[in-house]
Each structure stands twice: as C-alpha cells, then as structure tokens.
C-alpha cells in the first residue's frame, strides 16, 4: 500500500514516524520535504496536493502535527477524491498558541515586520517565518474532514492542547475514530496506533 506522510513543523522526511510506516509496517511511503516551497501554511498544502497530482492512485494519507493539519486542509479541498486521513497530533488552532507565547506586544511586531526569525530544529539554522503563516493557519482552523479519518492525539501535549483535536473530531462527520493517548506532542509512544488506525479505515479498493 502506498502512503503519503506529511511531517510536523520541525520533522524532516525520514524521521522516526516516516521509517515506522516504511520499515515495521511495510509499506510504500511517499514523504516529501514539507517546506521545499517555503514556511506559510499555504505552500505545505501545496506540498500534499503536488503529492496528491503526482500520486494517483494514493488514498492514505498520514501526517504529523502541521502536517497532519495541512492534510486535513488539503482534503478539504479535493473531496471527491477516495482519500482516508490518519491525523498524529493535527496543530489545528496552532494559532492560539503562537498568539499565548508571543503576547500581544510579540504579534503586533510580527505583523509590522512582516516576519519572525525563528531557530528552526529541523534545518539547524535561523528562518524567516512570514506573518503570513499565522494568518492562514488562522483562516484554516475550522477545517472539516468530511473522508475517512481518524485522529491520535496526545493528553500530555504541550505545544496543541487535545481539545483543539476534539473540537476538530466533533465537527468533522468523516472522522472514524479519536485516540486520546497518554502521550506527547511527538507520539513517540504511540507509533503502534498507526497501523491499527490505517487497519481502522480499511483496504483502498
């Protein structure tokens, strides 16, 4: 079965969650660099819908944190195609977060400047990150999944609090299955649920 994985924020293509897929459950991954087109939100949906368009015959799509958010968005936009979504940790109302860490003083220089420098994990060095990032995530946190989905989320996530995963499970009529897990944002102890939860929304036909 061939899967594609969109990583979080700070991931890179193959880390731990992208070789799980690969090595322990078999299967043919498609993990593309989630910030190859830049750092607003809008090019990581660019990113899965190229993935989508070059993919046909792809319908599992499985992401982590931002990138689990960008899926869902991404969806949203093409829902007449066969697609099922396995969201680890979906940063939906990311915003909020960025909003309690920086303060009000913190946006309001975002926003006059244009961009905040942030040391980025993933890459190893300072980016730009444009205004631009806050406010799509912004306009995109009332995401719906309306295709077969089911959510992993974390108790102890200290980076997108459970209830904004809850929230987006109670809206969405496509979603399967919630598992609020005694874990982290990262999941890490968690990585057996993803085979359960592809096993969960059934074989592609």
Known sequence: MKVLFAHGFEGVPNGRKARYLR??????VVAPLMNQ???????????????????????????????????AAAAA????????????????????A????LGEDGMKLWAEMGSLQYHHQGVGHHVELPYHL????????????????????????????VESALALARRSPGVRRMYAVDDGHRLLDSLPLLGEAIELLGTPR
């Open 23 to 28: 090595d322990t459950l078999s299967l043919n």
């Open 134 to 161: 806050f406010t799509q995530c912004r306009e995109a946190a009332e995401v719906i999944c309306t295709h077969p989905t089911v959510i992993v989320h974390g108790l102890r996530d200290d980076v997108v609090p």
């Open 77 to 96: 936009r093409h829902r007449q195609r066969k697609l099922r979504l396995v969201l680890l940790a979906p940063a939906v109302g990311i915003h909020q």
């Open 98 to 101: 960025w909003i309690e860490q």
């Open 37 to 71: 087109k830049g750092w607003t939100f809008e090019d990581h949906i660019a990113v899965v819908e190229d993935a989508l368009a070059q993919n046909p015959d792809l319908e599992t799509l499985v992401g982590s944190s931002m990138g689990a958010f960008a899926i």
